[in-house]
T-cell receptor, first 117, second 114 residues
Framework: AQKITQTQPGMFVQEKEAVTLDCTYDTSDQSYGLFWYKQPSSGEMIFLIYQGSYDEQNATEGRYSLNFQKARKSANLVISASQLGDSAMYFC??????????????FGQGTTLQVKP | DGGITQSPKYLFRKEGQNVTLSCEQNLNHDAMYWYRQDPGQGLRLIYYSQIVNDFQKGDIAEGYSVSREKKESFPLTVTSAQKNPTAFYLCASHAGGERREKLFFGSGTQLSVL
């Protein structure tokens, strides 16, 4: 069965520093997609970044980058130059069933990030 | 602006009562989803619909029901059979097409039991 594991319930980072949020996954599929979402205290889920299993380069979106290590089945999110507004819960998710191309995602438990001024 | 609207933001349920959570989207997406989030945990799929008048159970469908009579709307009913309904409920939609296409989410409904 497919599974996402986020082992860091909570993290602290100093403003302007970089932080890495860990995500490991388990799947027997050769083709899959990995997503990171941010959930601020308001509750909505905000899409940050996507990595396909066959993408040759690690994904980047502004201050967000994904450290994708396929052999280790890890997809860690790196946030550079942290800002106070980055304080939120972060979820790693995997698309279930690559061939079906649906919005059915499997989510990890989440990591709460707090940015200190 | 296109998006997903969930209402109400907060909802209280009395024992034995059915309650309905509203989800409306104007993104013209075919597929819509309901996820449940318990405190400190990830999201779990309740129901989803990939086309009007059709829907499928997700991982935790027991005690819930849905309908999809219009493309824009996908209401979720929490029935009295759901013994532990207190949670944060998120509605989402998906455009299909590209595999990297993301889910769009509403702002959620917090359901509590009185």
């Amino acid at each position: 069965a497919q599974k996402i594991t986020q082992t860091q319930p909570g993290m602290f980072v100093q403003e302007k520093e970089a932080v890495t949020l860990d995500c490991t996954y388990d799947t027997s599929d050769q083709s899959y997609g990995l997503f990171w979402y941010k959930q601020p205290s308001s509750g909505e889920m905000i899409f940050l970044i996507y990595q396909g299993s066959y993408d040759e380069q690690n994904a980047t979106e502004g201050r967000y980058s994904l450290n994708f290590q396929k052999a280790r089945k890890s997809a860690n999110l790196v946030i550079s130059a942290s800002q106070l507004g980055d304080s939120a819960m972060y979820f790693c998710a995997m698309r279930e069933g690559w061939s079906s191309n649906t919005g059915k995602l499997i989510f990890g438990q989440g990591t709460t990030l707090q940015v200190k001024p | 602006d296109g998006g997903i609207t969930q209402s109400p933001k907060y909802l209280f349920r009395k024992e034995g009562q059915n309650v309905t959570l509203s989800c409306e989207q104007n993104l013209n997406h075919d597929a819509m989803y309901w996820y449940r989030q318990d405190p400190g945990q990830g999201l779990r799929l309740i129901y989803y619909s990939q086309i009007v008048n059709d829907f499928q159970k997700g991982d935790i469908a027991e005690g819930y029901s849905v309908s999809r009579e219009k493309k824009e709307s996908f209401p979720l009913t929490v029935t009295s059979a759901q013994k532990n309904p207190t949670a944060f409920y998120l509605c989402a939609s998906h455009a299909g097409g590209e595999r990297r296409e993301k889910l769009f989410f509403g702002s959620g409904t917090q359901l509590s039991v009185l």
